[in-house]
């Protein structure tokens, strides 16, 4: 029997930690991601898809430190994708670190899908860095983009008074 080759053990590998991670078994979707990172040839996609999901997940199990590591990683090798800025905004946030969040959220505006998300964290960090009035501008841009989710009415109710 001939080995499977390695792409398609990268592919049942990403397969197999995605299933891991919609069934609530996070350790495994991390174990396995790892695997696909010790795997996966140097430029291959595979690479920044398992950097991007083992960084969303350790933002879930709240290890900010090691989400940011991998979202750094998943951002430079995409070239600058919105999406993962991001994340690693979310993430340098959870760890306390304020004005480098704020400065790679900014990244984030440029995709209008990520967009009120993006104005909401950014509403967050520089509340963080004691600038209430740019948090409720931020605040009120990102509801009124999205009128609909209740996180941003909220963030805007916070800062009505700024």
């Known amino acids: 029997m001939r ?14 930690a995605e299933l891991h991670t919609r069934e609530g078994r996070y350790e495994r979707a991390v174990r396995t991601y790892r695997r696909v990172l010790r795997l996966a040839d140097q430029g291959d996609f595979a690479k920044e898809i398992a950097h991007a999901r083992l960084g969303d997940l350790h933002i879930g199990l709240q290890e900010p430190d090691s989400a940011i590591a991998h979202l750094r990683r998943a951002l430079a090798l995409s070239g600058g994708e919105p999406e993962y800025a991001l994340m690693l905004g979310v993430a340098l ?8 969040a704020a400065e790679i959220l900014y990244d984030a505006l440029h995709s209008p899908s990520h967009m009120p998300e993006a104005l909401a964290s950014l509403a967050e960090a520089v509340a963080a860095l004691g600038d ?11 509801t009124s983009l999205d009128p609909t989710d209740a996180r941003y ?3 805007a109710r916070e800062y009505a008074d700024a």
């Not at 080995?3 to 197999?16: D, F, K, N, Y």
């Not at 409720?136 to 841009?141: C, E, I, M, V």
Request: aromatic fraction near 0%; hydrophobic fraction near 40%.
């Open 132 to 142: 209430r009035a740019a948090a409720g501008r931020l605040a009120r841009r990102a």
């Open 153 to 155: 009415r909220a963030l």
């Open 3 to 16: 080995p499977m080759p390695r792409e398609h053990r990268v592919r049942a590998l990403l397969q197999s």
């Open 93 to 100: 946030l959870s760890a306390g670190r304020h004005q480098e």
